[in-house]
C-alpha cells in the first residue's frame, strides 16, 4: 500500500483514569467502573439506536504509546512474545479495543461501565457487540493459557510510554 491511512476521532473517552500507572489493564479489571465517550457533534447522530444494545466495542487510539516493537513483554507474562499475539499498547498501529457495557445513551454521549481506558484518548469508532457474531468457543489461547484470570488484578505502568526497544512506522 502507498498511499498513508488517515483516521480522525470521533470523540474522546472520559474516566476515572488520568494516569496509566495503576489503571486496568482489561475491562475485566475494571468491573463496575462508568464512563463515558463524549462524541463530537458532527457524529451525533450516528449514536441513534445504540441504546438498543447492551454492550458495544470501541476503538481508540493508544495516544500515550510510544512507538512500537515487534517483540514485547507483555503485562501478563515474564517472556517476549511477537505483539501480535499480545494486547499490548506499543503496536504498529497504536489501535485498542474495549468491549464495555452501554449504561445509557444521551445527546452527545455514551454513558459505559466497565472503562479500562485512559481519560483523553481518542474514539476511531464505535460498534455494536452482537454476541451471535462476535463471541467463537476458543479451543486454545496460546501464552495466555492460566493467565488470562489475572488480567483482573493487574494493574498498569509506564512500560509501553519509554522509548526503550521502540520502532517508528517507516515501511
Not at 138 to 166: L, P
Request: glycine fraction near 8%.
Amino acid at each position: 500500500m502507498n498511499s498513508p491511512l488517515e483516521y480522525k476521532p470521533i470523540g474522546t473517552v472520559r474516566s476515572p483514569f488520568g494516569e496509566l500507572t495503576g489503571m486496568p489493564i482489561q475491562p475485566v479489571g475494571a468491573l463496575g467502573v462508568e464512563g463515558r465517550i463524549e462524541v463530537l457533534p458532527a457524529f451525533v447522530e450516528g449514536l441513534s439506536d445504540l441504546e438498543g444494545f447492551s454492550h458495544l466495542i470501541l476503538l481508540y487510539h493508544f495516544h500515550k504509546s510510544a512507538g512500537f516493537s515487534l517483540r514485547i513483554k507483555p503485562f501478563l507474562d515474564d517472556r517476549e512474545h511477537g505483539v501480535f499475539a499480545t494486547r499490548a499498547p506499543k503496536r504498529p498501529n497504536a489501535i485498542g479495543f474495549s468491549v464495555l457495557e452501554v449504561a445509557g445513551v444521551e445527546e452527545t454521549a455514551v454513558r459505559v461501565r466497565n472503562i479500562d481506558v485512559l481519560d483523553g484518548t481518542p474514539v476511531l469508532d464505535i460498534k455494536p457487540y452482537v454476541p451471535r457474531f462476535d463471541v467463537w468457543p476458543a479451543q486454545r489461547i496460546g501464552w495466555f493459557e492460566g493467565r488470562d484470570e489475572n488480567a483482573a488484578s493487574f494493574r498498569s505502568d509506564s512500560t509501553y510510554t519509554s522509548s526503550r526497544e521502540v520502532r517508528t512506522c517507516n515501511p
